[in-house]
């Protein structure tokens, strides 16, 4: 089935509607691997629901989380081959780890690259309270593999942002965990390209892969301990372009410039993963952690 340009452009996506407790923000810290050194009492602030009083602000990204909606056949996606390509996030005011949130999601744009070439779709969030106040907006791009040469538009495709050529000025080693899509995916991103082998194989992939977003949540950790010390509200935005995927059980490198510019590697195969980052703290003069 061919997509329909129109009827993609225009697909109705139901508004999600959430209510956020303490335990929530703690699991998704957990899903992205925080709480793992048991010796760091900063991380103690986002994975003790006792204590949690502010959420990682990359949860923007699973909260109100619309599910895997494009496996709707109605879209005329091939959802098996489609992976995600680009994700950024604005926050206007820090998560809380609690209350009521409505999640509208739409299609924005979608690019056609030509036969055999695939597509690219862009996606909008945003993430509101019952009172209508707007806390976050993400905004997506998902390669769509298998469905180029539909007829559609040809551009414009949007320009990453550059990384220095110079050598990074901090380095963060973050492991993941074998089982940690499996954790990652009770989240609301509940893909099968992330638990069943077959859909993996179907894909081109050796194993299931780690979800793009809990591989940007490990990013953002390490953004967080390298130039903010674990000061969450002070991420005010942040982009990056996905470029290979990650096994679970890889150590992510996250390679960090002071100007906000990053991008990360996995250690095991020496192959970037994420590129083309931007991050942008409230504090200008945001110092290292250790």
Known sequence: MAIDYEKLLNFPIPDVRQRLTPRDAVFYALSIGLGQDPMDPRQL??????????????MATVLCHPGFWLRDPGTGVDHVRLVHGEQSIELHRPLPVEGEFVGRTRVTGIVDKGPGKGALL?????????????????RATTFL?????????????????PVPDSAPDLTVDLPTRPEQALYYRLNGDDNPLHSDPRVAEAAGFPRPILHGLCTLGVVTHALLRALADYRASELRALELRFSAPVFPGETIRTEIWRSGAFRARVVERDRIVVDNGRAVFARADASSGT
Not at 122 to 138: I, M, P, Q, W
């Open 145 to 161: 593999r298998g469905d180029g040469g539909f007829g559609g538009p040809t551009g414009p495709v949007r320009k990453p942002h």
């Open 45 to 58: 602030d986002f994975v003790d629901h006792h204590r949690a009083r502010e959420a990682i602000p990359s």
């Open 122 to 138: 862009y996606s909008e969030k945003e993430v509101r309270d019952a009172a209508g106040t707007l806390y976050a907006t993400t």
